[in-house]
T-cell receptor
Framework: GENVEQHPSTLSVQEGDSAVIKCTYSDSASNYFPWYKQELGKGPQLIIDIRSNVGEKKDQRIAVTLNKTAKHFSLHITETQPEDSAVYFCAAKKTPSYMKTSYDKVIFGPGTSLSVIP | GAVVSQHPSWVICKSGTSVKIECRSLDFQATTMFWYRQFPKQSLMLMATSNEGSKATYEQGVEKDKFLINHASLTLSTLTVTSAHPEDSSFYIC?????????????FGQGTRLTVV
């Protein structure tokens, strides 16, 4: 089955600097890659996602890149702010091409704890 | 995005009792909901997929008789932890996906912190 790895496990940056979190996946058939932000005691919140037919996507200070050949995808946060401090999870999902179903699973990476120091 | 509400946000129960957690999609109909378990400082582990009108699909290693899932309507799924023990203490999170097709993101509830004493 799919396996998602994520690095680093912890990351501290100064306010205003950039933060980069990298993930790899094992199943080349995975075609949807969401990123979630989880604050303490809360559920994950989708912050950005990318599909396999796109190499890069940007939304204000957040960008995600995907390298299908290498099976790598990364999250880039620019101009970090203290409120960006949270745990970030990458994930991968495979949508079967032969049937449309909602039974596909989202496999999560182990998470990165980001601390933005004021 | 769509809103998924989970209730309660936290619960403390005695060992041996059962606890029910509700997951509601507030502004959309969800034919499929997912239940996750998260231990401190760990990732989310999928427990089961809840399908409206049919039996849930459990992940390997998850006891279906211990974690009862009922998806009674298009907006409500419940997870009942039966005969709870301290090792069941965890953060339980549900998610729901709009029935626009499989290639859509899922929205997560705020989670339920279960403590069994």
């Amino acid at each position: 089955g799919e396996n998602v790895e994520q690095h680093p496990s912890t990351l501290s940056v100064q306010e205003g600097d950039s933060a980069v979190i990298k993930c790899t996946y094992s199943d080349s058939a995975s075609n949807y890659f969401p990123w979630y932000k989880q604050e303490l005691g809360k559920g994950p919140q989708l912050i950005i996602d990318i599909r396999s037919n796109v190499g890069e996507k940007k939304d204000q200070r957040i960008a995600v890149t995907l390298n299908k050949t290498a099976k790598h995808f990364s999250l880039h946060i620019t101009e970090t702010q203290p409120e960006d401090s949270a745990v970030y999870f990458c994930a991968a999902k495979k949508t079967p091409s032969y049937m449309k179903t909602s039974y596909d699973k989202v496999i999560f990476g182990p998470g990165t704890s980001l601390s933005v120091i004021p | 995005g769509a809103v998924v509400s989970q209730h309660p946000s936290w619960v403390i129960c005695k060992s041996g009792t059962s606890v029910k957690i509700e997951c509601r999609s507030l502004d959309f109909q969800a034919t499929t909901m997912f239940w996750y378990r998260q231990f401190p400082k760990q990732s989310l582990m999928l427990m089961a997929t809840s399908n409206e009108g049919s039996k849930a699909t459990y992940e390997q290693g998850v006891e279906k008789d211990k974690f009862l899932i009922n998806h009674a309507s298009l907006t409500l799924s419940t997870l009942t932890v039966t005969s709870a023990h301290p090792e069941d203490s965890s953060f339980y999170i549900c998610s729901a996906r709009e029935p626009r097709g499989a290639d859509t993101e899922a929205f997560f509830g705020q989670g339920t912190r279960l403590t069994v004493v």
